[in-house]
C-alpha cells in the first residue's frame, strides 16, 4: 500500500507542475496585462505617462520573459506565499480565504441534498425498472441534466425573483444585515441562497441518480443477486443490502472527485447571483489578468483535484485490494 500511495504522489506532483507550467504560460501570453487593462477603465486624462508604465511593469515583474516570471512565481510557491494581488494590492491568501465560505456554503449545501436525494432516487428507479412511473422520472431526470444551469437561473431570477418578489435578485446579504437578529440574518442567507443552491444541485442530483440506476442495474444481473431472491429475502432488502453495497466502488471515486467542487464554485452562477465566492473572484481575476491570483485559485483547484484522484485510488486500493496488484 505504501508503494502504491508514493507511485500515485509523485505521479500526482508531477502533473501538478505541468498544470502550472502551462497555466502560467497561457495567461501570460494573453493579450493585455494588468497595467493594461486598469489603463482602460481610467479616465482619458489621467493616462499614464510612458515612463510610470515602464516603471511599473519592472516592478511588478512584466517586463521579464513568462517562464523567467514562472521561476520566481514557484520560488516565493516554496516558501508558501503566493504574491499579492496586482488589482486588490492584498495577498493572494487573504483573498481566496474571504471567498472560500460563500464557495463552500453553497456546495456543500448541494452536495448533501445531491446524496441524500440521488441515492434513494436511483434505488427507487432500479426497484421500478420499466415502470411507467420509472419511465416518468428518468425522462424528468434527463431534462434535469441537459438544461443548463445558467439558463436555469435566468428563468428563476425572473419568476421567484421579478415576478414573483418572493426571494432576492442576486447578493448574498440584505441591506441591513448586521442589524437584523440572528434568526433574521439566517432566513435572509436561506433566502439569498436558496436559488444559487438549486442550480449547483439539479444538474448534478440527475446525474448521480443515473449513475447509481446504471451500476445497480449491473449488479442486479448477477448470479448471487438472484441467489438472494430465490432465498426468499424481500426486495428491499436485497436491493439495499446486497445490491447497494455492491455498487460502492464507482461510487467511492465519485467521492474523491468532488472535493475539487467544494471550493472550485461555479463561475458562471456565481457570477449570474453576485455570489461573492471563488468561482466569480477567478472570473474577475482573468478578466483583469491579475496573474498572482489567477495562479493562486489554479494552484488551489489543481492540488484539490489531484487531491481527489488520488483519494478516489486510495480508497478504491482499500475497498479492492486487487488494484493495488495490478499497479505493480
Same mark, same amino acid.
Given at each position: 500500500m505504501l508503494n502504491f500511495? &508514493? @507511485?500515485?504522489?509523485? &505521479?500526482? /506532483?508531477?502533473?501538478?507542475?505541468?498544470? $502550472?507550467?502551462?497555466?502560467?504560460?497561457?495567461? @501570460?501570453?494573453?493579450?493585455?496585462?494588468?497595467?493594461?487593462?486598469?489603463?482602460?477603465?481610467?479616465?482619458? =486624462?489621467?493616462?499614464?505617462? %510612458?515612463?510610470? *508604465?515602464?516603471?511599473?511593469?519592472?516592478?511588478?515583474?512584466?517586463?521579464?520573459?513568462?517562464?523567467?516570471?514562472?521561476? $520566481?512565481? /514557484?520560488?516565493?510557491l516554496t516558501q508558501f506565499d503566493l504574491g499579492r494581488s496586482f488589482t486588490r494590492k492584498r495577498p493572494v491568501i487573504d483573498l481566496i480565504s474571504e471567498r472560500m465560505y460563500p464557495t463552500l456554503l453553497l456546495s456543500i449545501?448541494?452536495?448533501?441534498? $445531491?446524496?441524500? +436525494? #440521488?441515492?434513494? &432516487?436511483?434505488?427507487?428507479?432500479?426497484?421500478?425498472?420499466?415502470?411507467?412511473?420509472? @419511465?416518468?422520472?428518468?425522462? !424528468?431526470?434527463?431534462?434535469?441534466?441537459?438544461?443548463?444551469? *445558467?439558463?436555469? #437561473?435566468? *428563468?428563476?431570477?425572473?419568476?421567484?425573483?421579478?415576478? +414573483?418578489?418572493w426571494l432576492p435578485l442576486f447578493?448574498?446579504?440584505?441591506? =441591513?444585515?448586521?442589524?437584523?437578529s440572528t434568526w433574521e440574518q439566517a432566513v435572509d442567507l436561506f433566502k439569498h441562497a436558496l436559488l444559487p443552491t438549486a442550480c449547483y444541485t439539479y444538474t448534478s442530483l440527475a446525474y448521480y441518480s443515473r449513475f447509481i440506476r446504471a451500476n445497480m442495474h449491473e449488479v442486479l444481473r448477477q448470479d448471487y443477486i438472484r441467489t #438472494?431472491?430465490?432465498?426468499?429475502?424481500?426486495?428491499?432488502?436485497? &436491493? !439495499?443490502?446486497?445490491?447497494?453495497?455492491?455498487t460502492l466502488i464507482p461510487l467511492v471515486t465519485l467521492v474523491g472527485l468532488t472535493l475539487p467542487v467544494? +471550493?472550485?464554485?461555479?463561475?458562471i452562477i456565481e457570477q449570474i447571483f453576485t455570489w461573492p465566492g471563488m468561482g466569480r473572484l477567478y472570473f474577475e481575476s482573468i478578466r483583469e489578468?491579475?496573474? %498572482?491570483?489567477?495562479? =493562486?485559485?489554479?494552484?488551489?483547484f489543481?492540488? /484539490?483535484t489531484l487531491a481527489g484522484q488520488l483519494l478516489a485510488d486510495f480508497m478504491y486500493a482499500i475497498v479492492d485490494p486487487r488494484v493495488r496488484l495490478d499497479d505493480r
Amino acid at each position: 500500500m505504501l508503494n502504491f500511495f &508514493i @507511485r500515485r504522489l509523485a &505521479i500526482a /506532483l508531477l502533473t501538478l507542475l505541468l498544470i $502550472t507550467f502551462v497555466i502560467y504560460g497561457l495567461v @501570460r501570453n494573453t493579450p493585455g496585462n494588468p497595467l493594461t487593462q486598469e489603463m482602460s477603465r481610467m479616465d482619458p =486624462g489621467k493616462i499614464m505617462k %510612458p515612463e510610470d *508604465f515602464e516603471r511599473l511593469n519592472k516592478i511588478y515583474g512584466l517586463d521579464k520573459p513568462w517562464y523567467v516570471a514562472y521561476g $520566481t512565481w /514557484l520560488k516565493n510557491l516554496t516558501q508558501f506565499d503566493l504574491g499579492r494581488s496586482f488589482t486588490r494590492k492584498r495577498p493572494v491568501i487573504d483573498l481566496i480565504s474571504e471567498r472560500m465560505y460563500p464557495t463552500l456554503l453553497l456546495s456543500i449545501s448541494s452536495l448533501a441534498i $445531491t446524496y441524500l +436525494l #440521488a441515492i434513494p &432516487i436511483g434505488l427507487y428507479s432500479s426497484a421500478r425498472s420499466g415502470k411507467p412511473d420509472e @419511465r416518468s422520472l428518468s425522462t !424528468v431526470l434527463y431534462m434535469l441534466y441537459s438544461f443548463p444551469s *445558467f439558463v436555469a #437561473a435566468l *428563468f428563476l431570477q425572473l419568476y421567484f425573483c421579478v415576478k +414573483l418578489n418572493w426571494l432576492p435578485l442576486f447578493g448574498m446579504y440584505s441591506d =441591513g444585515y448586521q442589524q437584523m437578529s440572528t434568526w433574521e440574518q439566517a432566513v435572509d442567507l436561506f433566502k439569498h441562497a436558496l436559488l444559487p443552491t438549486a442550480c449547483y444541485t439539479y444538474t448534478s442530483l440527475a446525474y448521480y441518480s443515473r449513475f447509481i440506476r446504471a451500476n445497480m442495474h449491473e449488479v442486479l444481473r448477477q448470479d448471487y443477486i438472484r441467489t #438472494a431472491r430465490a432465498k426468499g429475502l424481500g426486495p428491499v432488502r436485497v &436491493i !439495499v443490502k446486497h445490491a447497494f453495497r455492491n455498487t460502492l466502488i464507482p461510487l467511492v471515486t465519485l467521492v474523491g472527485l468532488t472535493l475539487p467542487v467544494l +471550493l472550485s464554485g461555479s463561475i458562471i452562477i456565481e457570477q449570474i447571483f453576485t455570489w461573492p465566492g471563488m468561482g466569480r473572484l477567478y472570473f474577475e481575476s482573468i478578466r483583469e489578468r491579475d496573474y %498572482p491570483t489567477i495562479m =493562486g485559485l489554479t494552484l488551489m483547484f489543481s492540488v /484539490l483535484t489531484l487531491a481527489g484522484q488520488l483519494l478516489a485510488d486510495f480508497m478504491y486500493a482499500i475497498v479492492d485490494p486487487r488494484v493495488r496488484l495490478d499497479d505493480r
